[in-house]
């Protein structure tokens, strides 16, 4: 069983708008939380980083929120461009094996004009 | 240009036809590590390195070996593919993979798509 779900699998937005993303993790003992945006063919490309002592980061117009208590993460896009057409991708690590991540399947966002 | 690269970026084989696919790093980065994505399974991790000469599995090592003679370099050997290998290889590489309080970003390449026939 997957230890990190996303949700939504997919979105379509109008540009200019707000979207969330979530990510549930199961991930024990907890180190910490990535999110990376990933263009259609391209490598993955990290947005933030959080520990567990950080609850949001903020990128530019991305903003990343982590509750360790409810093992839940959030990302934020404000005002949506059409260069966010992307997947979004949650990534988290335990303590307890260094070097580890478990992925996410991944938010798939397209922006509309 | 601080990078990670990997060669060959689309490569069509036969079952059984060994290979290797090179990755390269110019950030003088201790870390490294191997994934495979597959439509509806994201990424997965391989092998990883801590560093030179010290490898370890990921969540699906089957069917693939290893090395890290030197910091830059963590090729990525398939000794007998398979067709189920047929997948979006991506390499990675960060400063450390986690250390005290500071957490290092990865920086992956671009990509090589596997075809095994």
């Known amino acids: 069983k997957n230890q990190v779900e996303q949700s939504p699998q997919s979105l379509i937005i109008l540009e200019g708008k707000n979207c969330t993303l979530q990510?549930?993790?199961?991930?024990?003992?907890?180190?910490?939380l990535r999110w990376y945006k990933q263009d259609t063919g391209r490598g993955p490309v990290s947005l933030t980083i959080?520990?567990?002592?950080?609850n949001t980061k903020s990128n530019g117009r991305y903003t990343a929120t982590l509750d360790a208590d409810t093992k839940q993460s959030s990302l934020h896009i404000t005002a949506s461009q059409l260069s966010d057409s992307a997947s979004y991708i949650c990534?988290?690590?335990?303590?307890?094996?260094?070097?580890?991540?478990?992925f996410g399947a991944g938010t798939q966002v397209v922006v509309t004009p | 240009e601080a990078q990670v690269t990997q060669n060959p970026r689309y490569l069509i084989t036969v079952t059984g036809k060994k290979l290797t696919v090179t990755c390269s790093q110019n950030?003088?980065?201790?870390?490294m590590s191997w994934y495979r994505q597959d439509p509806g399974l994201g990424l997965r991790q391989i092998y990883y390195?801590?560093?030179?000469?010290?490898?370890d599995k990921g969540d699906v090592p089957e069917g693939y070996k290893v090395s890290r003679k030197e910091k830059r370099n963590f090729p990525l050997i398939l000794e007998s593919p398979s067709p189920n290998q047929t997948s979006l290889y991506f390499c990675?590489?960060?400063?450390?993979?986690?250390f005290g309080t500071g957490s290092y970003e990865q920086y992956f390449g671009p990509g090589t798509r596997l075809t095994v026939t």
């Open positions: 990675a590489s960060s400063l450390r993979a986690f």
């Open positions: 990510c549930n993790y199961t991930v024990s003992p907890f180190s910490n």
């Open positions: 959080m520990t567990f002592s950080e």
């Open positions: 990534v988290v690590s335990a303590s307890d094996s260094w070097g580890k991540f478990q």
């Open positions: 950030m003088n980065h201790e870390y």
């Open positions: 390195s801590m560093n030179v000469e010290v490898t």
